[in-house]
């Protein structure tokens, strides 16, 4: 590889000083880990996209577009050439190439990387030449594009010098050369990581595409207390807050120095259960496992009232979810999101025959600080199931702890939520959430729910050609998932972010903060 000199990396561009801002922001948790392979959290994973980058990218309206690929073409139903975009560097200089995109594909394949899940599909990674690779899939896959937007091209170069040619085992707490450090082609580097403090970002003087933003400086800032968010955004002390409580709203649009950014994001909010155990880990059931009935299933689906949570605890502003995937991504059938009616009398009916007419006691693990009113959501599900007899021992606890004890599939029941990403489209939470999983599927499938037609049907889903084809083979799964209430689909939550005014941060469904698209005034 190329190592640029400082003076002609430095002329590539940058932002002109008397345009330039610094811009501060917050959200609820911190990033788990700068290694781009070894989670697969949505904030972390959307955080790292401004400083690696994939082949192809969603834009702010979840479309696709070159990144590190300029172009690509399906020569055969099974091989993919991308044509890669040459004059790239990362962060330390180095040219990007072949070499590199064959390195991280070897490296998605290490015992620790969460990526592996998402690229599934993919069979081998190969170089043609400098600046063109093949990507070959197992089977045919019209969508391979979107499935690779997190596909995070590391430096081969660096990271063997960095001791980090393996994903570091996130769930296990393990680190690596990329755990606190980061060297990627994105529009910004890292300069500096304070864990749970702080996380500084410079602009990429070398980028290969061209700025949007003025900015020069970018401080990121985990604040885990909501009023403390809240609070710094009024006084000043920080510009954004990407995760705005709700009650917090009407209070913020009444400073006329503040604007308040709202939509519908494309999260569904839902309950899992642990399908596989023969006894639970958490429940004073003994020598079975009360949610492998379906019976058990459908009492508690039936005593949660959906409308009443987004009354009370999501102040109107969520969407109830009738399915596992929102109405808004790529091929969702509409006619499935209707709801089971709320039938408190018929969920104990259902428990009695089931043989629990007393109910039983179950533990549910929550986040206090991932998703919008997360931890009032169980709170208000478990005062609901209480009155059918189904008591709930609450275990709710930050991002970090929760998403290790979900890894490991530590629970009896758990809270959880997924946006269809990276691509955009339903086949994503079919593959990921809800497809027995095995090494290259069903990466979030932590309840081990497990259905040999619906996976047939996925497959069919993945290899379509044609997309009348490709949605009624989604929709003829989703039905087979709904009709075993392998899940409880909640709602869609909303996405309220909060800014100084004469900050355009260009919100997108997906609830990803591009910063190479963030204006200062």
């Not at 009113?373 to 606890?397: F, H, K, P, W, Y």
């Amino acid at each position: 590889m190329r190592h640029l000199a400082l003076a002609a990396l430095l002329a590539l561009g940058s932002v002109p000083a008397a345009e330039a801002r610094n811009f501060t922001w917050a959200f609820n948790a911190d990033v788990l880990t700068l290694d781009p392979h070894s989670s697969n959290n949505t904030f972390t994973n959307t955080f790292m996209g401004n400083v690696y980058e994939a082949l192809v990218r969603h834009n702010d309206r979840i479309e696709i577009e070159p990144a590190l690929a300029e172009s690509w073409e399906r020569t055969t139903p099974t091989v993919w050439r991308f044509n890669l975009r040459r004059n790239v560097v990362f962060h330390n200089g180095e040219s990007f190439d072949a070499d590199d995109v064959v390195f991280t594909w070897a490296r998605v394949n290490t015992p620790g990387s969460m990526a592996r899940g998402l690229l599934g599909s993919i069979k081998e990674v190969r170089k043609v030449d400098s600046h063109v690779i093949e990507i070959e899939t197992h089977r045919p896959f019209p969508i391979l594009p979107a499935s690779i937007t997190q596909f995070f091209i590391m430096d081969e170069g660096w990271s063997r010098a960095n001791n980090a040619t393996e994903a570091a085992n996130l769930a296990g707490q393990q680190e690596s050369g990329a755990t606190r450090i980061a060297n990627g082609t994105g529009p910004f580097r890292i300069v500096e990581r304070r864990p749970d403090e702080r996380t500084v970002l410079e602009p990429h003087a070398g980028w290969w595409d061209r700025p949007v933003h003025n900015l020069t400086r970018v401080t990121f800032q985990p604040i885990r207390s909501a009023a403390t968010r809240t609070a710094s955004l009024l006084s000043g002390a920080i510009d954004a807050n990407v995760e705005v409580p709700l009650q917090d709203i009407p209070r913020l649009l009444q400073d006329n120095r503040v604007q308040v950014i709202e939509g519908p994001e494309l999260r569904t909010i839902y309950l899992g259960f642990d399908h596989e155990r023969d006894e639970l880990l958490y429940s004073d059931v003994r020598g079975r496992n009360p949610l492998k009935d379906r019976r058990v299933r459908e009492a508690i689906y039936r005593a949660i009232d959906v409308n009443a949570l987004v009354r009370t605890v999501m102040r109107e502003k969520a969407w109830p979810a009738g399915m596992m995937v929102s109405p808004f991504l790529t091929g969702a059938p509409q006619d499935l999101n209707g709801r089971l009616p709320f039938d408190p009398d018929g969920a104990r009916r259902l428990l009695a025959e089931a043989g629990y007419p007393q109910g039983f006691t179950v533990g549910i693990v929550c986040p206090n600080d991932r998703y919008v009113n997360d931890e009032r959501t169980c709170q208000a599900i478990a005062a609901m199931l209480a009155r059918v007899g189904i008591r709930l021992q609450l275990q709710s606890e930050p991002t970090a702890v929760w998403s290790r004890r979900t890894a490991n599939r530590d629970f009896s029941i758990y809270l959880l939520g997924h946006a269809g990403l990276p691509l955009a489209d339903s086949y994503s939470t079919l593959n990921e959430v809800l497809r027995t999983a095995t090494r290259t599927t069903g990466g979030l499938n932590y309840g081990r729910w497990s259905n040999a037609a619906f996976d047939a049907l996925v497959e069919q889903a993945a290899e379509a050609a044609d997309e009348t084809a490709r949605r009624r083979f989604i929709r003829d799964a989703l039905a087979i998932e709904r009709a075993e209430i392998a899940h409880v689909p909640l709602f869609q939550q909303p996405i309220a972010w909060a800014a100084r005014r004469g900050i355009d941060l260009r919100q997108a469904p997906d609830n990803r903060l591009r910063l190479w698209l963030v204006k200062v005034e």
